[in-house]
């Protein structure tokens, strides 16, 4: 049987398509041998290699509300953002703790964008914590994360879609997950943070759709999530519906992508 590796893309919101499609696999008894997550996936896939059931995480997004994330930033210039992170960071140590890439139960990887260095920046070594947090950190939305010299913001700048950590990690058998895809049309920008936030997913498309014309995947997922903003805390459900339906309508290929 060959070892599946699965590529879980950047997405906010819209990223709660990831644990449905988990749901899916779970009930047809499919394992992956490692996870690679940027952003969101991230989030995600490091609890799911954690051990967190997708049915749990489900319980907690069923409870989230946007006070849960949003703590406004009293000096968005000084702090580089316009919310402080200090309730994402806490909601995130909750439920990773102390726990490190060594201790979990799937190989798992995730990126993060280095603005010091201008490069991409990998992580499997040491608390899974702070990684996961430096990876989902949205410019302009979260603070940047310090780690030592580095000043670290959302892989998903550069690579919303993180498939070369499955192959470094020993896949041969590829599946990713895009929740994002192709953004949709959309109003002049109301102010500079959606300025910036729009040009960001323009340059995220133009990178993660090159990579997919490469034929880095076996098979790759677009779950359909219509018009829902990955930047509004609501129609969570909704997401995690639409990721389960797409994982159950790959079950098939999959299991014959890997026997």
């Known amino acids: ?71 406004l930033s009293s000096n968005m210039i000084r702090e580089k953002s316009m919310l402080k992170t200090v309730k994402m960071a806490k909601l995130i140590d909750k439920f990773y703790g102390d726990t490190t890439f060594e201790e979990l139960r799937i190989p798992f990887m995730c990126n993060a964008f280095d603005l010091n260095k201008g490069k991409t920046v990998w992580f499997n070594t ?43 990690m020993g896949a041969d058998a590829i599946v990713g997950v895009d929740v994002l895809g192709e953004p949709k049309g959309a109003e002049h920008d109301k102010n500079i943070f959606t300025y910036v936030l729009r040009l960001i997913e323009a340059v995220d ?3 993660a759709s090159e990579e997919y014309e490469k034929g880095k995947y076996d098979i790759l997922i677009l779950p359909d999530l219509g018009e829902m903003s990955q930047y509004v805390v609501k129609h969570l459900e909704f997401a995690y519906e639409r990721g389960y339906d797409a994982g159950l309508n790959s079950v098939n290929a999959i299991k014959e992508l890997i026997l």
């Open 1 to 71: 049987m060959k070892k599946l590796g699965l590529v879980l893309g950047s997405g906010g919101a819209r990223g709660v398509a990831h644990i449905g499609f988990l749901q899916a696999l779970d009930e047809n008894g499919i394992k992956p041998y490692c996870i690679a997550g940027c952003s969101m996936g991230a989030v995600v896939g490091g609890l799911y290699a954690k051990g967190m059931t997708p049915a749990e995480m489900l319980e907690v997004v069923k409870g989230l509300k946007a006070s849960d994330i949003v703590d």
């Open 205 to 207: 498309w133009a990178n």
């Open 126 to 168: 040491g608390k899974v914590a702070p990684c996961v947090r430096a990876s989902a950190s949205i410019p302009t939305v979260f603070k940047p994360v310090e780690m030592g010299e580095r000043l670290l913001v959302d892989g998903g700048v550069i690579k919303r879609m993180p498939v070369e950590a499955v192959y470094k």
